[in-house]
């Protein structure tokens, strides 16, 4: 058989490998509670609020600008992206495996003995080609569980952005939160300062005791530290954002006033098999019950014996018209390792399991997040309806029972519970609408965040 032949007969085989049928395991979806409807959403809308793209849902610019700044340079998005392209190279390696490997090589020699006195050299060139026939599926099932593992990375990724747009919303509303806290209780101390000085007044004329002097002194220094503690919280809070911006810290640039931010009154959440295709979480999940299942399939070809092919085609330098070929096989097979294969599979397969197992708790906590989100959402917007009737009472009160102070039919005492009533009120309106606001981007992000399958 000359060279030509051996190369028909290598390459007939090669694509007699790559169109061998092998062991491939078909995907089923694990069962799932099944649900039309969430328990606080009755509506099954068939657009979600969680596909709207992230930029599109705030109307401050000022917090968009930081959302692409933290996108640009968070440390732990760029981990992601490096995590990312090693599970590409990792893609690109195992599809090697289902070509032929093509190989060269030179030797030489120079050898000399005792009975001869001429000197012998010999040098050649050879190329090898070699190839593992596929039969069983091994190295197809292999390239399947590098293709899912890229792709479980890649929504790992989406997952991780997704999570850092909530992130960075949630800690911009509360630095908005503690803006509007500050001057409060700025407001608060100028006020009291203005009401000790008319009481101080009063004392020196020796209308009233030193009590309500010392009160609303008091009052005072308790306003001073809640400042105190405000200007610490928001220094702290900056540094935090500058962090996850990956930057050291800084000063964070304000855009609108809490009460300015603003969301769609209705927040259509779609159905909770929506959840499935779009939050990442559940994507990664099922990347992964993809691999495993290839994995698998490659370990149960392991009870098959490997069959490789070998072409040698080379020719002597020393002599250019001596040319050699050789093809050969080799077949390999297991005998006395079966236990352990099949224990290997079984390793698999519990492995697979364990896999469903967190697929199935992933959706559960996805929905759980929907419905807590939704809730909180519903509650904090109504607690602060009710805290702002409850503040406009408490204005109300305070500027009668000075009235009444002045008039001589109360007590200082009640004048300063009732401040102190208000300050709480100032404080806790501000609180309730930071907490609603933030349950919206929990919201956001408990339905997918933006992300939708485009695999």
């Given at each position: 058989m000359n060279s030509k032949h051996l190369k028909y007969c290598f390459l007939g085989i090669v694509l007699l490998g790559f169109w061998s049928c092998g062991i491939h395991k078909e995907y089923e979806a694990p069962e799932i509670p099944e649900a039309s409807n969430y328990r606080n959403k009755t509506a099954a809308d068939t657009l979600s609020f969680g596909s709207i793209s992230w930029w599109n849902i705030f109307n401050d610019t000022t917090l968009v600008s930081l959302i692409r700044e933290g996108i640009d340079n968070n440390l732990a998005l760029k981990n992601t992206a490096s995590l990312l392209k090693q599970s590409q190279l990792q893609l690109e390696i195992a599809r090697t495996q289902l070509y032929p490997s093509i190989n060269y090589g030179l030797s030489g020699e120079i050898s000399k003995n005792s009975l001869a006195s001429n000197t012998t050299q010999n040098a050649i060139a050879a190329a090898n080609v070699?190839?593992?026939l596929d039969l069983w599926g091994r190295i197809q099932n292999q390239n399947e569980a590098a293709l899912q593992a890229y792709l479980a990375t890649e929504m790992a990724q989406n997952q991780v952005q997704a999570a850092l747009v909530a992130q960075i919303a949630t800690i911009y509303f509360t630095i908005r939160d503690v803006d509007n806290k500050i001057i409060v209780a700025e407001g608060m101390i100028n006020s009291l300062n203005e009401f000790r000085k008319v009481i101080e007044a009063r004392y020196n004329g020796g209308f009233i005791s030193k009590v309500d002097v010392n009160q609303v002194t008091i009052n005072?220094?308790?306003?001073?530290?809640?400042?105190?503690?405000?200007?610490?919280?928001?220094?702290?809070?900056?540094?935090?954002?500058?962090?996850?911006?990956?930057?050291?810290?800084?000063?964070?640039?304000r855009g609108l006033t809490l009460q300015e931010q603003l969301f769609p009154s209705e927040f259509p959440v779609g159905v909770p098999v929506d959840l499935l295709r779009r939050r990442p979480s559940m994507l990664v999940s099922e990347r992964k019950l993809k691999a495993q299942l290839a994995i698998i399939g490659?370990?149960?070809a392991l009870r098959y014996p490997n069959f490789t092919l070998s072409l040698d085609v080379g020719s002597q330098l020393t002599n250019p018209s001596f040319l050699f070929s050789r093809l050969a096989g080799n077949l390999v097979g297991p005998i006395f390792n079966k236990d352990r294969i099949n224990n290997s599979i079984k390793v698999e397969e519990e492995k697979l399991n364990q896999n469903i197992l967190e697929y199935q708790q992933s959706y559960l906590l996805a929905f759980q997040e929907v419905e807590d989100a939704l809730i909180a959402i519903d509650t904090y917007f109504q607690e602060f309806e009710i805290r702002k009737e409850q503040l406009d009472l408490a204005q109300e009160a305070l500027n009668l029972s000075w009235v009444r102070y002045n008039e001589g039919v109360t007590s200082f005492l009640e004048f300063i519970n009732l401040q102190t009533s208000l300050f709480s009120a100032q404080l806790n309106a501000s609180e309730s609408y930071k907490l609603h606001l933030q349950s919206i981007v929990k919201l956001y992000l408990a339905l997918g965040g933006g992300w939708e399958n485009t695999n």
């Open positions: 070699s190839y593992t005072q220094k308790d306003a001073e530290v809640t400042l105190q503690a405000l200007l610490r919280s928001r220094g702290q809070l900056e540094n935090a954002l500058s962090t996850v911006l990956g930057s050291t810290p800084k000063s964070i640039p490659a370990t149960e």
